[in-house]
């Protein structure tokens, strides 16, 4: 793991709008080796600290239990370094690959293997007894025949009290717009968001809230090109307007999957 005594280079990758929030992130790098690290400041805004410190609590009440889906991480409560503009918390993780990248590098048998691996690891999440809550596709990493899982800063109990909704309107399914929990349902939506997006190489898009809402509850038409339109079923599964009509769990997805055939 990543010594801050030994020699590193940093890269301040700090998007301008989250510094106002007292978030900052930096790429470091030591040895050929590549790590993000998340700096949340004292004083910055409640729902970036509440996120931070929901995020290091997964990773505490996780770390024994040791979950696929997990990267190896650092913490530091108080982590000072001549690069930071104070003293902040500080959480690390090796740097990984998105593991939804450019379509055109993959077999037909490749592109199964890596849905139903996300689809397993967001069902290991699930199984733990927690909901994700901010599934995009730059949250799946992918090393060494691995899926792996990342930012839990929204992530709560699937039963909880639940909490001040705070998704991205490009992944939310009907029913958050209409003030509803998030849910197992909710994160299967996203995801299928993410395998849409992938498999058309296309990237959603619209001008406002307003115009997300209308497209997720009354104009979406999720419709795959061949050659991946046989895959058209497990993604109707995961896309339906309907909470009703939409799988109930990754595994039920992922059977789904296994009755498809590529060749």
């Known amino acids: ?3 801050f ?3 590193y280079s940093i890269q301040d990758k700090t998007p301008r709008q989250s510094q106002v929030f007292g978030r900052h992130i930096y790429l470091l790098e030591q040895a050929g080796q590549y790590y993000w690290l998340k700096l949340q400041l004292p004083h910055g805004h409640t729902q970036f600290q509440q996120g931070f410190a929901c995020e290091v609590e997964c990773y505490g009440q996780w770390q024994n239990l040791q979950p696929s889906f997990l990267l190896p991480y650092q913490y530091a409560a108080k982590l000072n370094l001549p690069e930071l503009p104070q003293t902040a918390q500080g959480l690390l993780l090796p740097h990984v690959p998105e593991a939804f990248s ?13 849905i139903r691996m996300a689809l397993e690891q967001l069902d290991a999440l699930h199984m733990l007894g927690y909901v994700h ?13 691995q899926m792996f899982l990342i ?7 699937i039963h909880g009290t639940g909490s001040i909704l705070n998704a991205t309107p490009r992944y939310m399914a009907p029913e958050l717009f209409h003030a ?10 996203a995801l299928g968001v993410v395998l849409y997006e992938w498999l058309t190489q296309t990237r959603l898009s619209s001008k406002s809230y307003l ?12 419709n795959l090109p061949e050659p991946w339109s046989v895959l058209q079923p497990c993604l109707d599964g995961l896309l339906a307007r309907d909470f009703k009509h939409r799988f109930v769990s990754s595994k039920q997805a992922t059977r789904c ?5 590529l060749y």
């Open 211 to 222: 115009d997300w809402a209308v497209f997720h509850c009354q104009s979406a038409e999720f």
């Open 1 to 3: 793991m990543f010594e």
């Open 180 to 189: 509803q929990p998030k849910t197992i349902q909710t994160d299967l939506y």
């Open 257 to 261: 999957l296994e009755t498809i055939k």
């Open 5 to 7: 005594e030994r020699p």
């Open 133 to 145: 809550g901010d599934i995009k596709a730059a949250h799946f990493r992918y090393a060494a025949q």
């Open 151 to 157: 930012d839990f800063e929204q992530t709560r109990p």
């Open 102 to 114: 450019v379509l055109s590098q993959f077999t037909n048998i490749d592109v199964i293997k890596r």
